[in-house]
C-alpha cells in the first residue's frame, strides 16, 4: 500500500504563482512516473506535468513554460512550480504515482492523491 499526501492548493489571483507538493510513502518500492492531473468542472481529467524515472518530463502544451515539474527521488517527493497562473487553470490537481515493488513479483501499480483545489480568479 502506498500513500499519496498532496499540499499547496489555494485561492490566489491571476499572474500569481503557487507550488503544489506530493509524497508517496509506504510500502518497499521505485517509482516509475510521477505527476500532476487536474480535472476542472465539467472536463475529462488531463495530465497537467509528468516526471518519469529516465528523467524526462511531458507538459501540457497550456503550461509549458509556466510550470515546472521536479522531483527529489530521496524522498518520492515532486514538485509542480506554477507561475503566470490564468483562471482556465482553476481545477483540482490530482497528484499521480506508477510505481513498482522491490520484492519479487515485480508488479506495478497507480495511485492517486486525494486532490487539492487550485482557484484562479480572474
Known amino acids: 500500500q502506498v500513500d499519496v499526501v498532496e499540499s499547496g492548493g489555494g485561492l490566489v489571483q491571476a499572474g500569481d504563482s503557487l507550488r503544489l507538493s506530493c509524497t508517496a510513502s509506504g510500502s518497499t518500492f521505485s517509482v516509475n512516473a510521477i505527476g500532476w492531473y487536474r480535472q476542472a468542472p465539467g472536463k475529462q481529467r488531463e495530465l497537467v506535468a509528468l516526471a518519469s524515472s529516465d528523467g524526462s518530463t511531458n507538459y501540457e502544451d497550456s503550461v509549458k513554460g509556466r510550470f515546472t515539474i521536479s522531483r527529489d527521488n530521496t524522498k518520492n517527493t515532486v514538485y509542480l512550480q506554477m507561475n503566470s497562473l490564468k483562471p482556465d487553470d482553476t481545477a483540482v490537481y490530482y497528484c499521480?504515482?506508477?510505481?513498482?515493488?522491490?520484492?519479487?513479483?515485480?508488479?506495478?501499480?497507480?495511485?492517486w492523491g486525494q486532490g487539492t483545489q487550485v482557484t484562479v480568479s480572474s
Open positions: 499521480y504515482v506508477n510505481i513498482r515493488t522491490i520484492r519479487p513479483p515485480q508488479l506495478d501499480y497507480q495511485y
